[in-house]
């Protein structure tokens, strides 16, 4: 691809499906180290910390540092110190707290400054679905560190976070601030840790809205995979549309 010197790469359903490697991804990650192409990795996965992430990942035979994954808490946690606000009610699942321990208070038995609402699988029941309105009734602000509508389980399309953000605000008249994809505040995150421009970086996902459309926002070029939670219908009724379109990352060698 012409003028492109890194990439931002996304996780779940582009590398990974599941616990399973898609096949080639191992290689094109060597391809890029050997090509000298910096490289992250930015995912709006929030069931799991960051360190888990990367111990997943190795359990796949990925060699991914720790600090090459930029996921939602990391931007949360940078917008709660600049708001100088520790009290959260998280409604999240899996050990993504890890991610808030050392910096966010998280107690639902006390006021909340936050809400802070991820991907909570069957952590969003009605209870806590009301606790959440309640905090953010009385006066908490609300932080969507995801805004998606579905994302690829092993066994199917799964419901994200985004119809239970939307439900908090239509309950609230409140407006979440989204500090994941499509998010240009997150996505600047990555890219001045390689040190690059966004005209400079190539995105690599598999959903055409917030993967392609938000780097598209803040001028990247996208490129589609066919895997994940990619769907023909999506990506052709989209007014968004990718750079190019590639069966999977293990082609990225054909467009380098």
Not at 20 to 41: H, Q
Not at 222 to 251: E, F, M
Request: with cysteine; hydrophobic share 40%; charged share 25%.
């Amino acid at each position: 691809m012409k003028d492109i010197r890194g990439f931002l790469i996304d996780l779940d359903g582009v590398l990974y499906v599941g616990d399973k490697a898609i096949k080639g991804a191992r290689e094109s990650i060597d391809l890029l180290r050997d090509g000298k192409y910096p490289f992250r990795f930015v995912s709006n996965t929030t069931r799991k910390c960051r360190k888990t992430i990367a111990e997943q990942l190795v359990s796949m035979g990925f060699d991914i540092p720790v600090e090459y994954i930029f996921t939602p808490p990391l931007a949360a946690i940078a917008l709660l110190k600049n708001a100088g606000k520790h009290q959260c009610y998280l409604l999240t699942t899996g050990d993504v707290y890890r991610d808030f321990e050392q910096d966010c208070i998280c107690n639902a038995s006390t006021m909340a400054d936050v809400v802070i609402i991820g991907d909570a699988g069957d952590n969003l029941t009605y209870d806590s679905l009301n606790t959440a309105f309640r905090h953010l009734m009385n006066g908490a602000d609300l932080i969507a560190l995801e805004k998606d509508r579905y994302w690829m389980a092993p066994g199917g399309l799964c419901l994200s976070a985004g119809p239970f953000v939307q439900a908090l605000e239509f309950a609230t008249g409140k407006t979440a601030t989204t500090v994941g994809k499509p998010s240009k505040t997150f996505f600047e995150l990555a890219l001045r840790e390689m040190g690059l421009r966004a005209d400079q970086v190539a995105m690599i996902g598999d959903d055409i809205l917030t993967d392609i459309g938000g780097a598209g926002t803040i001028g990247m070029q996208g490129i589609l995979v066919r895997t994940g939670k990619y769907r023909k219908d999506a990506a052709d009724n989209a007014v968004i549309k990718p750079a190019c379109i590639i069966d999977s990352i293990a082609q990225l060698q054909d467009i380098l």
